[in-house]
């Protein structure tokens, strides 16, 4: 069976527990959002059964994002779908609201070498930070990678105003990849996430350097989601629109390097009917969300899946 990766966000995905540390009120049994157990159970329910509807079964590798903290992992990776072949990277960063990303992985396909995680300091202060980049070095089907889970700051502020925060993400994702390439410049790299920001933003373009075609030169990546976007496909529906805020994008060591490699030209964009629904006012499917503000839909999230197959050149 063909392997694939896939990255995916899971809409504030909270246990029902206090946590005195970060600001998760909202999402209590006697909080705004009235987050019970069993809506709990429902949308743990929900997630693993779409990952599980991914095509070609299970991807070796799944990056997630909007995730509170290691019980909801353990609750998920514990779920049938995944067969108790599954474990999980994760560190807790300092989001005031406390949610982080991840990396879950087949223990049959990876084995992990070393992980740590990447600050991303806003405005040049070093008090001031965001979300950790999680980065991930492993042995995927025996082939040494480079894994990077990304969760870039959002828009709230408006997109202008807020792309200082996302170029300060991309900037330090940057660094620690020119480092890898450096070192080695056929290694094989894959960057995931969402990013808050089109293929065509310049966070990604000028200061990730992630170009629409293949032809790279040294520190420059392929991003898998410019077709997609190209073709006016997106992720999540949002300002009346599609929106391609998850990609994933690889080296040239994941194009052209013998061994495990990605030979399709973009990723897909998982569109199973049971993560959607129908937007009768607008004649379009959209993501089946669990919530919108404090409106309890009973869905998986407002993002779709992402992923891409890996091929095995000997």
């Known amino acids: 069976m063909q392997q694939s990766i896939a990255f995916y966000n899971l809409e504030n995905f909270f246990d029902t527990v206090d946590d005195p540390i970060t600001n998760d009120d909202d999402f209590l049994p006697n909080g705004y959002k009235n987050w019970t157990e069993l809506r709990y159970l429902k949308k743990l329910e929900n997630i693993s059964a779409s990952i599980a509807s991914i095509p070609n079964g299970l991807p070796a590798l799944i990056g ?37 990303v991840a990396l879950l992985f087949n223990r049959q396909h990876f084995n ?5 995680k990447l600050k991303v300091h806003l405005n040049g202060n070093p008090n001031y930070i965001t979300r950790d980049i999680l980065y991930v070095k492993g042995e995927l089907l025996g082939d040494v990678v480079h894994i990077f889970v990304n969760h870039w700051p959002s ?6 105003k807020s792309m200082p925060n996302r170029i300060a993400a991309a900037q330090s994702l940057s660094k620690k990849a020119k480092s890898i390439l450096d070192l080695d410049e056929n290694a094989k790299i894959i960057i995931m996430g969402d990013f808050n920001d089109l293929p065509v933003s310049k966070s990604i373009t000028q200061y990730l350097k992630a170009k629409s075609n293949s032809e790279l030169r040294k520190h420059e990546f392929y991003n898998l ?3 997609p976007y190209q073709n006016k496909e997106g992720t999540l529906f949002a300002q009346k629109r599609w929106l391609m805020f ?14 495990i490699k990605i030979t399709a030209n973009r990723l897909q964009i ?3 009917k049971s993560l959607l629904y129908y937007d ?15 409106k309890y839909y009973g869905g998986s999230s407002d993002h779709l899946p992402v992923y891409v197959a890996i091929d095995i050149e000997n």
């Open 155 to 160: 828009r709230g502020e408006g997109t202008l």
């Open 112 to 116: 992990p070498i070393h992980k740590e």
């Open 225 to 227: 989601a410019a077709i």
């Open 280 to 294: 009768t006012q607008r004649g379009i499917y959209k993501p089946n969300r669990t919530y919108a503000r404090d």
């Open 246 to 259: 998850d990609q994933i994008i690889i080296s040239n060591g994941m194009i052209k390097a013998k061994g």
């Open 270 to 272: 998982h569109h199973d």
């Open 64 to 100: 997630v994002a909007e995730i509170e903290n290691k019980t909801v992992l353990t609750d998920l990776i514990y779920q049938a779908e995944f067969k108790r072949d599954y474990d999980y990277i994760h560190f807790d960063s300092k989001d005031r609201r406390g949610i982080d």
